[in-house]
């Protein structure tokens, strides 16, 4: 039976939680399984590298740590901003996400951390940097 190498394309079922049980997603959250090319850097890297070797309809739990994961929180990421940089109509608190622009036109999530008199503190740090992620898995399908 042909087991999973690197450059081949998958399809795998999931649900990815953290070390107290929270599940942050699931392929059954998205209605369909995950697809990628394996080893192509599609996904992070403790999940492409924990692909090879499977065979299809394996199941397996796997446990990645940060550095293969999201990678660690990094201090720089965290920003004062002035307040007056949000729109004056919207209520801002701390939790919300927003999209950020930046100068080449790519979008990402900021998350607001505090608001304070005339700024207001954001973290760009990918919401799951610095977390053990465990993630089941089932390898649906092979393809060269």
């Known amino acids: 039976m ?9 399809k795998v079922e999931y649900t990815g939680k ?3 049980g929270t599940i ?7 209605d369909d399984p995950l ?3 394996v080893g192509a850097g599609q996904v992070i890297k403790g999940f492409d590298q924990a692909m090879i070797g499977m065979k299809k309809d394996e199941e397996k ?3 990645i740590e940060p550095d293969d994961a999201y990678g660690q929180r990094n201090p720089e ?9 949000f ?7 701390p939790g919300m996400v927003f999209m950020m622009k ?7 999530p900021a998350v607001i951390s505090e608001v304070k008199d005339d700024t207001v503190i954001i973290d760009l740090n990918p919401p799951l940097a610095g977390k053990t992620l465990i993630f089941e898995i089932k390898l649906l399908e092979i393809a060269s």
Request: aromatic share 6%; with cysteine; proline share 4%.
């Open 2 to 10: 042909k087991c999973v190498e690197k450059g081949d394309k998958v």
């Open 18 to 20: 953290l070390k107290d």
């Open 24 to 30: 942050f997603d699931s392929s059954e959250k998205h």
């Open 35 to 37: 697809e990628f090319e």
């Open 61 to 63: 739990e796997i446990t």
């Open 77 to 85: 990421l965290i920003k004062e901003i002035p307040k007056k940089s």
């Open 87 to 93: 729109p004056q109509d919207q209520e801002i608190k």
């Open 102 to 108: 930046i100068e080449d036109g790519r979008q990402f």
